[in-house]
């Protein structure tokens, strides 16, 4: 009695040890021909099972009805690997195993009517088939090669069901961890195909941005240039009219003159005749001046900006009786001529606005400079623009305003109160040489 219990204790001891190693093997990493190797051969190694060193796994394949060979340990012949590769539901003992899901154990290949399939190679052998279950679900099969009739482990069979479950556990989990991990990786392309397409998005926006930019800028240089040349002309035009018009015109008048002391003194007529030619020519002379100077006053060229608003206000006092309070620059500044030109034209459009729209009687004007910025602000004490005039894009003239501030980089402000006037204020970055 007390051998047998020290026995069935023993046994106890080695079964615990055994379901032990086996769930430690199939709980280290890696890949899983490799844990289930390392499975069977701890398995194989457990003496008291008396198996010899050569066992295998199943996995089902579920559709099919099949169960296919995934690992071996111990030797095996080309021929049982390539014969084994798949085996039917019911079909020999492991088929059998997988349509009944109970552990079968078979004394002889060659006496057990139910071990159908034969290889040349084939000697005697006994076999513990196991089914591999995870809660149910068979996942496949494990065969245990002993001795023909062995002397059948009786202590406990179930050890082999533990072990078959536990095997069966870890084959659900990798195939689980699989799945998972290829569905990372799907994401993982999925992200960074999504990043690189946001990427070319980006930099085709960027890309467009740039080309706008361009654009603009090719736009701001041709109305630059537009502008100069239509200056050019005016300059051209100007000094045409005032030269040779006016020296034509000086020309004719001394000529009237000269032919005018040969008349016959008592033709009284004749000689009031030419008198009043001469008059019309002196007009003609002042107008084509005044045309000439609308042109392009000469003395921006010869003076530079204050100087020219000055002389046109006084042209406009004149004109109009408008009162004019001008500061211009405290210090002497030296400007492009292009920029001089583009400033005058702005100021003579908005005196021009003022008399045509403003009633005013005054108006200020201030050219400075603040900080790096060139500051011009012309102010009246008119009925005020209206609101809605500011932005209309009728208003042509306004319009040109911010197209001539435009081509310098700078901003334009306009705003009136009822009653209260107009102020235009302009500002163009300056850099200073
Ligand atoms: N100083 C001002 N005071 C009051 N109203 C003004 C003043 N300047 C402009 N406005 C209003 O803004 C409108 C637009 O001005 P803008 O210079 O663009 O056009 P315009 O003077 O009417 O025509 P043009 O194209 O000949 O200049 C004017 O019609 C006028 O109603
Ligand atoms: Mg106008």
Known sequence: MTSISKNSADNITEEYRIL?????????????????????????GF?????????????????????????????FSKEFIEKEKEVPFGDCLCGRVAESGQMLMSESCFSDPRHERTFSDMTAHGHYIIPLKSSDKL??????????????YKHSQEVLVSIGGLIANAIEKKKVDDELEQYRSHLENLVKLRTGELTNANAQLLGEVESHKKT????????IQTEKIREE????????????????????????????????????????????????????IKSVQGIAMELRPPILDAFGLCEAIAWQADEYKKRYGIQFDINCFQKHMELEKDLEIALFRIFQ????????HAEA??????VSLENDQLVMKIQDNGVGIQKDKIEDSNSIGLIGIRERIRSWNGEVQISGETGQGTRVEIRIPITKS
Request: aromatic content about 4%; hydrophobic content about 40%; charged content about 30%.
């Open 20 to 44: 032990h190693k086996v769930a430690q093997i199939l709980q280290s990493s890696g890949e899983l021909e490799n844990i289930l190797q390392n499975a069977l051969r701890a398995i194989t």
């Open 47 to 75: 003496e008291e099972l008396k198996v010899e060193n050569k066992a295998g796994i199943f996995l089902v394949d579920e559709s099919q009805k099949v169960l296919r060979l995934f690992t071996t340990f111990g030797e």
């Open 139 to 152: 996942v496949g099969v494990m065969f245990l090669y002993t001795n023909t009739n062995p002397d059948w």
């Open 216 to 223: 603009q800028d090719e736009l701001r240089q041709l109305s």
């Open 233 to 284: 002309e005016k300059c051209e035009i100007s000094r045409k009219v005032h030269d040779e018009l006016g020296q034509l015109l000086t020309a004719m008048k001394m000529d009237l003159l000269q032919l005018d002391k040969r008349l016959p003194k008592e033709d009284v007529e004749l000689h009031q005749r030419a008198d009043s030619v001469v008059s019309l020519i002196d007009d003609t």
């Open 349 to 356: 459009e908005s005196i021009t606005n003022v008399v045509r």
């Open 361 to 366: 009687t005054q108006v200020k004007i201030k």
